[in-house]
């Protein structure tokens, strides 16, 4: 039987109905994937470009299909990471506000600072949620000087005491104190030299201003390559994956107790369980894939490293156990 065509303005009006609903039905499904919810934010204490920003949006992509909710990145940049971490613990327990930040950011300044300026106690108001990665950080040395290993640094350093000193990232972080444990250890006399960032700092040990500096080790690593920066050794209980080829300050024979730093995401304290479990479940999806592990290693020398909070709550602990006698003895006063 051969049905005639009607024209659309001819059809019955239960059947343009019934077109209707199903168009808009078309256009419902795909959203109810997503949830209603805010977007979740992710703050980051520092400019748009460096590594903690450039992470947390490859993270804020990648989340959005696991959590099937938008995630954004919102920069609050100034006093090395502070204004972020103290606008998260100011958010409401809801999951929808969490910090990126380097370890230093929490253990380094809880350990300089009294917590009537920076406004925030780590050790009870936030929510470990998780280790995110982790990366070698190095003594790092102008080729010129001839250096190649530790032992080979410390007979310059002592035959040439006008170079005694080191450039880090700042003043009161892990690669300030790393520098000056590994001095005590050797037996040196160093002076920190403060940069603002890793980048100036490569700058001038290139250019021979500096001939020491304390730095993550992926900012060095190209200079690296190509003969203008020697890599002396890491600062951790064992060598990187990423840098097999450079020994351990340890095994050299100053073991100055380093470590690799790391990224991890906090929460506001009081986070309902619910939540922390369905970021953690996302982040530990996420950090998997190829793309995102590649990402890290190719442009920042970083492993993806997933640990849970309560892995994150006693690294912290250990880190403040270690390093809190050691910012003692140093006499250390940050400017305010």
């Given at each position: 039987m051969t049905i005639p065509h009607l024209p659309r303005r001819s059809l019955p009006a239960t059947v343009l109905a019934l077109d209707l609903t199903l168009a808009l039905t078309a256009l419902v499904i795909p959203a109810q994937a997503q949830s209603d919810r805010p977007p979740i934010r992710l703050l980051v204490g520092f400019a748009p470009g460096g590594a903690s920003d450039t992470i947390a949006r490859l993270l804020a992509d990648k989340l959005r299909e696991p959590l099937k909710q938008v995630v954004i990145v919102e920069n609050r940049p100034g006093v090395g990471g502070r204004l972020a971490a103290e606008a998260v613990k100011n958010a409401a327990p809801d999951g929808q506000t969490y910090m990126v930040a380097p370890n230093a950011t929490l253990t380094f300044q809880h350990l300089t600072y009294p917590v009537s300026v920076l406004r925030y106690d780590m050790t009870t108001d936030f929510t470990s949620v998780a280790q995110l990665n982790s990366y070698p950080m190095?003594?790092?040395v102008n080729a010129a000087t001839g250096v190649k290993t530790a032992r080979e640094y410390v007979a310059w350093l002592k035959a040439n005491p006008e170079f005694?000193?080191?450039g880090t990232a700042g003043m009161g972080g892990d690669t300030h104190f790393n520098g000056l444990q590994f001095a005590k250890v050797a037996g040196l006399s160093m002076t920190v030299v403060p940069y603002r960032g890793n980048g100036p700092l490569v700058i001038d040990l290139i250019g021979g201003q500096i001939k020491t500096g304390i730095l993550v080790a992926g900012d060095a690593i190209q200079h690296a390559k190509t003969g203008k920066l020697n890599l002396?050794?890491?600062?951790?209980?064992?060598?990187?994956?990423?840098?097999?080829?450079?020994?351990?300050?340890?095994?050299?024979?100053?073991d100055s107790g380093g470590s690799d730093g790391w990224m991890g995401l906090w929460g506001p304290k009081g986070l309902p369980a619910a939540e922390l479990a369905r970021m953690q479940q996302a982040l530990a999806q996420v950090l998997a894939l190829p793309e995102v592990r590649d990402m890290m290693l190719s442009k920042f020398l970083q492993v993806a490293d997933y640990k849970p909070g309560s892995e994150v709550d006693r690294q912290l602990r250990a880190e403040l156990d270690f390093w809190g006698?050691?910012?003692?003895a140093s006499g250390f006063t940050p400017q305010q």
């Open positions: 190095a003594l790092v005694g000193t080191f002396v050794g890491v600062f951790a209980p064992r060598r990187s994956p990423l840098l097999p080829e450079v020994p351990t300050m340890a095994e050299q024979g100053y006698p050691v910012i003692k």
